[in-house]
């Protein structure tokens, strides 16, 4: 008989209905003796007392808002701060998030953090934590420091992490090693006549699409921010008792800093985009040269899944340093980041970018698919550009942590010589992934997915499934690793 479970849950109720119901069904014949909660809402499960599933709210964790008198909490040491310096370097990044009306200085961050290390330490030591449970990556806090803090203790992580693919998810125990299990499935694969492998209708359909052309269309965003009279007029106008809260806060010194910031974030997002127009070309896209379309920031998919490379200067330093003397490095901003991105670019950061010899900031209105149809390669963090490149015979230089980083023909880079491998792959013995490659790839992607959308209501909006076929396809899963675990 295994030994109860004590679990942590992170977000696992409030972001749908999938993560609870599973754990409901899964309680039945997997047990558990604590099971606390940090979610929107609480769900309680029936089976456990009030006192062994405590709960916290995500909104007051996030303010660094925790019951109870703090000063009896466990002191911390000199061993756990500089176990946990990783994550904290990443908090301070992540704190940026909050920055959209007011500036939080290092001070405060660094209060902020060690509250949240000094609570979630002692809770996890005072309950006797042995699992943690995460409905999404670990990508805000307090969620990441907590996932930190399991690792450093030795406490099994489970997570899901959803992808690019309609209704394919995946469970996942560590950021950087990702979706392990597609290595295995994909070296199972290997040497297989993948003209051969079936895939399943939607995959089927997919595959199709990534290896035209043309491809999948991406979201188009307005190419300039909404003014400041339609924002007024959505969000005060249009609101019932906006308005009057709104006059109400003319009287209050807050509220004008909150303004006077947003809006000079509004002047900072102008100058950012006449900077990069200013200094964007028209790509030749007969030259060799590599894409490296910009991410989104601050965004999960950075941080933490980028890791040291969340900064893409730094990424994009390392390509113009090693890749050979006449190819060139495209570079294209996210559209999104063009629209309401001002905590994640400075006009330092262009001017970087614009300094190095073979960098070329490329024009907005450039269509990304001709990009990436004439490039040798495809350089990214983690985005889904590399995804897409694998389906178009483009091999990839990733400088981050995602499920298809064991893809055929990705290059993943964490040093300079890495890199310097990589370009001499792709350019002296010129490296790419097939089509073939590409099918076994996905049918290796096929063979160990979570078949389901799991968490976000978009997914669950999105999915061709229905809730409980998503939420059947994840009880399975997790079943499966729960009860794969020591007794």
């Given at each position: 008989?295994?030994?109860?479970?004590?679990?942590?849950?992170?977000?696992?109720?409030?972001?749908?209905?999938?993560?609870?119901?599973?754990?409901?069904?899964?309680?039945?014949?997997?047990?558990?003796?604590?099971?606390?909660?940090?979610?929107?809402?609480?769900?309680?499960?029936?089976?456990?007392?009030?006192?062994?599933?405590?709960?916290?709210?995500?909104?007051?964790?996030?303010?660094?808002?925790?019951?109870?008198?703090?000063?009896?909490?466990?002191?911390?040491?000199?061993?756990?701060?500089?176990?946990?310096?990783?994550?904290?370097?990443?908090?301070?990044?992540?704190?940026?998030?909050?920055?959209?009306?007011?500036?939080?200085?290092?001070?405060?961050?660094?209060?902020?953090?060690?509250?949240?290390?000094?609570?979630?330490?002692?809770?996890?030591?005072?309950?006797?934590?042995?699992?943690?449970?995460?409905?999404?990556?670990?990508?805000?806090?307090?969620?990441?420091?907590?996932?930190?803090?399991?690792?450093?203790?030795?406490?099994?992580?489970?997570?899901?992490?959803?992808?690019?693919?309609?209704?394919?998810?995946?469970?996942?125990?560590?950021?950087?090693?990702?979706?392990?299990?597609?290595?295995?499935?994909?070296?199972?694969?290997?040497?297989?006549?993948?003209?051969?492998?079936?895939?399943?209708?939607?995959?089927?359909?997919?595959?199709?699409?990534?290896?035209?052309?043309?491809?999948?269309?991406?979201?188009?965003?307005?190419?300039?921010?909404?003014?400041?009279?339609?924002?007024?007029?959505?969000?005060?106008?249009?609101?019932?008792?906006?308005?009057?809260?709104?006059?109400?806060?003319?009287?209050?010194?807050?509220?004008?800093?909150?303004?006077?910031?947003?809006?000079?974030?509004?002047?900072?997002?102008?100058?950012?985009?006449?900077?990069?127009?200013?200094?964007?070309?028209?790509?030749?896209?007969?030259?060799?040269?590599?894409?490296?379309?910009?991410?989104?920031?601050?965004?999960?998919?950075?941080?933490?899944?980028?890791?040291?490379?969340?900064?893409?200067?730094?990424?994009?330093?390392?390509?113009?340093?090693?890749?050979?003397?006449?190819?060139?490095?495209?570079?294209?901003?996210?559209?999104?980041?063009?629209?309401?991105?001002?905590?994640?670019?400075?006009?330092?950061f262009y001017r970087d970018l614009v300094a190095m010899p073979n960098v070329r900031l490329v024009a907005h209105e450039t269509d990304t698919f001709d990009l990436r149809e004439h490039c040798a390669a495809v350089a990214t963090g983690t985005g889904t550009a590399g995804l897409e490149a694998i389906f178009r015979g483009k091999p990839v230089i990733l400088f981050?942590?995602?499920?298809?980083?064991?893809?055929?023909?990705?290059?993943?880079?964490?040093?300079?010589?890495?890199?310097?491998?990589?370009?001499?792959?792709?350019?002296?013995?010129?490296?790419?992934?097939?089509?073939?490659?590409?099918?076994?790839?996905?049918?290796?992607?096929?063979?160990?997915?979570?078949?389901?959308?799991?968490?976000?209501?978009?997914?669950?909006?999105?999915?061709?499934?229905?809730?409980?076929?998503?939420?059947?396809?994840?009880?399975?899963?997790?079943?499966?690793?729960?009860?794969?675990?020591?007794?």
């Amino acid at each position: 008989m295994p030994k109860p479970l004590r679990a942590l849950t992170l977000r696992w109720t409030g972001t749908g209905v999938v993560c609870h119901e599973a754990l409901l069904r899964i309680m039945k014949d997997i047990p558990f003796e604590f099971c606390a909660s940090l979610s929107p809402k609480h769900n309680p499960y029936p089976n456990l007392n009030d006192e062994s599933q405590p709960w916290f709210n995500t909104s007051d964790a996030r303010n660094g808002i925790y019951p109870g008198d703090q000063a009896s909490l466990m002191p911390l040491d000199e061993a756990l701060i500089e176990s946990m310096r990783d994550c904290e370097a990443l908090f301070m990044y992540m704190m940026m998030r909050g920055e959209y009306a007011r500036n939080i200085p290092y001070p405060e961050r660094k209060h902020r953090y060690l509250k949240h290390l000094r609570f979630w330490n002692d809770f996890i030591e005072r309950n006797r934590i042995t699992i943690l449970l995460s409905s999404t990556l670990p990508h805000e806090m307090p969620d990441h420091l907590i996932y930190a803090l399991c690792k450093v203790k030795g406490i099994r992580t489970v997570f899901t992490h959803a992808t690019p693919i309609r209704d394919t998810a995946f469970l996942q125990e560590n950021i950087e090693e990702s979706a392990v299990q597609i290595r295995d499935a994909y070296e199972a694969l290997r040497g297989t006549d993948a003209s051969g492998l079936s895939l399943s209708p939607k995959l089927e359909e997919y595959f199709a699409k990534q290896t035209s052309p043309k491809g999948t269309a991406a979201m188009v965003f307005p190419e300039k921010p909404i003014s400041v009279l339609i924002r007024f007029h959505r969000r005060i106008l249009s609101t019932k008792g906006a308005f009057m809260h709104w006059i109400t806060s003319l009287w209050s010194a807050v509220a004008w800093s909150h303004r006077i910031h947003k809006f000079l974030s509004l002047r900072t997002q102008r100058l950012l985009r006449q900077y990069y127009d200013q200094h964007a070309v028209k790509p030749d896209l007969q030259k060799p040269y590599i894409y490296f379309p910009l991410q989104y920031q601050p965004e999960c998919s950075t941080c933490p899944m980028a890791g040291a490379f969340v900064d893409q200067d730094i990424s994009i330093h390392v390509l113009s340093k090693t890749a050979p003397n006449d190819v060139l490095i495209y570079v294209k901003e996210h559209p999104r980041q063009r629209k309401v991105g001002t905590l994640g670019r400075t006009l330092q950061f262009y001017r970087d970018l614009v300094a190095m010899p073979n960098v070329r900031l490329v024009a907005h209105e450039t269509d990304t698919f001709d990009l990436r149809e004439h490039c040798a390669a495809v350089a990214t963090g983690t985005g889904t550009a590399g995804l897409e490149a694998i389906f178009r015979g483009k091999p990839v230089i990733l400088f981050g942590h995602v499920f298809y980083q064991y893809g055929p023909a990705v290059f993943q880079v964490k040093t300079h010589s890495d890199c310097e491998h990589a370009m001499k792959e792709i350019f002296h013995n010129t490296v790419k992934p097939s089509s073939m490659e590409a099918r076994r790839f996905l049918k290796a992607v096929e063979n160990t997915r979570v078949h389901g959308s799991v968490t976000d209501l978009y997914y669950l909006n999105e999915s061709d499934l229905t809730i409980e076929q998503s939420t059947g396809a994840f009880e399975a899963m997790l079943r499966k690793h729960l009860s794969a675990l020591p007794a």
